[in-house]
Nanobody, 118 residues
Framework: QVQLVESGGGLVQPGGSLTLSCAAS????????MGWYRQAAGKQRELVAT???????NYSDSVKGRFTISRDNAKNTVSLQMNSLKPEDTAVYYC????????????WGQGTQVAVSS
Protein backbone atom coordinates (compact mmCIF):
# COMPACT_ATOMS: atom_id res chain seq x y z
CA GLN A 1 0.00 0.00 0.00
CA VAL A 2 1.07 3.53 -0.76
CA GLN A 3 -0.39 6.41 1.21
CA LEU A 4 -0.39 9.77 -0.52
CA VAL A 5 -0.83 13.13 1.18
CA GLU A 6 -1.30 16.33 -0.80
CA SER A 7 -0.57 19.81 0.44
CA GLY A 8 -0.23 23.34 -0.87
CA GLY A 9 -3.76 24.09 -1.98
CA GLY A 10 -5.51 27.33 -1.24
CA LEU A 11 -6.99 30.50 -2.66
CA VAL A 12 -5.06 32.39 -5.30
CA GLN A 13 -5.86 35.28 -7.64
CA PRO A 14 -6.09 34.79 -11.39
CA GLY A 15 -2.63 34.96 -12.91
CA GLY A 16 -1.03 33.86 -9.70
CA SER A 17 1.04 30.81 -8.89
CA LEU A 18 0.73 27.90 -6.53
CA THR A 19 2.75 24.77 -5.88
CA LEU A 20 1.17 21.51 -4.83
CA SER A 21 3.12 18.74 -3.16
CA CYS A 22 2.43 15.06 -2.68
CA ALA A 23 4.28 12.91 -0.18
CA ALA A 24 4.28 9.13 -0.53
CA SER A 25 4.55 6.80 2.43
CA UNK A 26 7.07 4.56 0.74
CA UNK A 27 9.53 4.53 -2.13
CA UNK A 28 8.35 5.66 -5.54
CA UNK A 29 11.83 5.47 -7.01
CA UNK A 30 10.66 2.87 -9.51
CA UNK A 31 7.53 1.04 -10.54
CA UNK A 32 5.10 3.95 -10.41
CA UNK A 33 3.86 6.57 -12.77
CA MET A 34 2.99 9.58 -10.64
CA GLY A 35 0.32 12.03 -11.59
CA TRP A 36 -1.95 14.88 -10.70
CA TYR A 37 -5.64 14.84 -11.48
CA ARG A 38 -8.35 17.32 -10.68
CA GLN A 39 -12.10 17.36 -10.28
CA ALA A 40 -14.15 20.52 -10.51
CA ALA A 41 -17.63 20.77 -9.04
CA GLY A 42 -20.11 18.96 -11.23
CA LYS A 43 -17.44 17.53 -13.51
CA GLN A 44 -15.56 14.27 -13.90
CA ARG A 45 -12.05 13.80 -12.65
CA GLU A 46 -9.53 14.64 -15.34
CA LEU A 47 -5.85 14.22 -15.96
CA VAL A 48 -3.63 17.20 -15.29
CA ALA A 49 -0.13 15.78 -15.66
CA THR A 50 1.90 12.61 -15.21
CA UNK A 51 5.57 11.86 -14.80
CA UNK A 52 7.34 8.52 -15.15
CA UNK A 53 10.19 7.23 -13.00
CA UNK A 54 12.74 8.40 -15.55
CA UNK A 55 11.23 11.86 -15.85
CA UNK A 56 9.04 11.68 -18.92
CA UNK A 57 6.08 14.03 -18.58
CA ASN A 58 2.62 14.31 -20.05
CA TYR A 59 0.22 17.23 -19.73
CA SER A 60 -3.37 17.99 -20.44
CA ASP A 61 -3.74 20.53 -23.23
CA SER A 62 -5.55 22.84 -20.84
CA VAL A 63 -2.49 23.21 -18.59
CA LYS A 64 0.39 22.71 -21.00
CA GLY A 65 2.82 25.59 -20.81
CA ARG A 66 1.48 26.74 -17.45
CA PHE A 67 1.93 23.75 -15.15
CA THR A 68 5.04 21.72 -14.46
CA ILE A 69 5.10 18.31 -12.81
CA SER A 70 8.23 16.98 -11.18
CA ARG A 71 9.26 14.20 -8.84
CA ASP A 72 11.99 13.66 -6.31
CA ASN A 73 12.39 9.92 -5.98
CA ALA A 74 14.86 10.25 -3.13
CA LYS A 75 12.31 12.18 -1.07
CA ASN A 76 9.28 10.25 -2.32
CA THR A 77 7.55 13.43 -3.40
CA VAL A 78 5.79 14.77 -6.46
CA SER A 79 5.11 18.43 -7.11
CA LEU A 80 2.92 20.45 -9.41
CA GLN A 81 4.04 23.99 -10.09
CA MET A 82 1.06 25.98 -11.34
CA ASN A 83 1.55 29.34 -13.01
CA SER A 84 -0.81 31.76 -14.74
CA LEU A 85 -3.73 30.28 -12.89
CA LYS A 86 -7.21 30.75 -14.27
CA PRO A 87 -10.62 30.49 -12.60
CA GLU A 88 -11.16 27.36 -14.71
CA ASP A 89 -8.35 25.71 -12.74
CA THR A 90 -10.51 25.73 -9.62
CA ALA A 91 -10.88 22.13 -8.49
CA VAL A 92 -9.85 19.54 -5.98
CA TYR A 93 -6.45 18.26 -7.02
CA TYR A 94 -5.53 14.63 -6.38
CA CYS A 95 -2.18 12.93 -6.33
CA UNK A 96 -1.99 9.52 -7.99
CA UNK A 97 0.49 6.66 -7.93
CA UNK A 98 -0.08 4.13 -10.69
CA UNK A 99 1.82 0.88 -10.33
CA UNK A 100 3.47 -0.66 -13.36
CA UNK A 101 3.85 -4.07 -11.71
CA UNK A 102 1.32 -6.79 -10.93
CA UNK A 103 -1.38 -6.49 -9.63
CA UNK A 104 -0.99 -2.90 -10.82
CA UNK A 105 -2.87 -1.07 -8.08
CA UNK A 106 -3.57 2.62 -8.26
CA UNK A 107 -3.39 4.84 -5.19
CA TRP A 108 -4.99 8.20 -4.55
CA GLY A 109 -4.55 10.96 -2.04
CA GLN A 110 -7.39 12.72 -0.25
CA GLY A 111 -7.11 15.78 -2.45
CA THR A 112 -6.34 19.43 -1.88
CA GLN A 113 -8.60 22.32 -2.85
CA VAL A 114 -7.38 24.97 -5.27
CA ALA A 115 -9.56 28.02 -5.75
CA VAL A 116 -8.67 30.68 -8.31
CA SER A 117 -10.70 33.80 -7.76
CA SER A 118 -10.31 37.55 -7.43
Amino acid sequence: QVQLVESGGGLVQPGGSLTLSCAASRSIFSGYVMGWYRQAAGKQRELVATVTSDGRTNYSDSVKGRFTISRDNAKNTVSLQMNSLKPEDTAVYYCNADSRTWPRPSYWGQGTQVAVSS
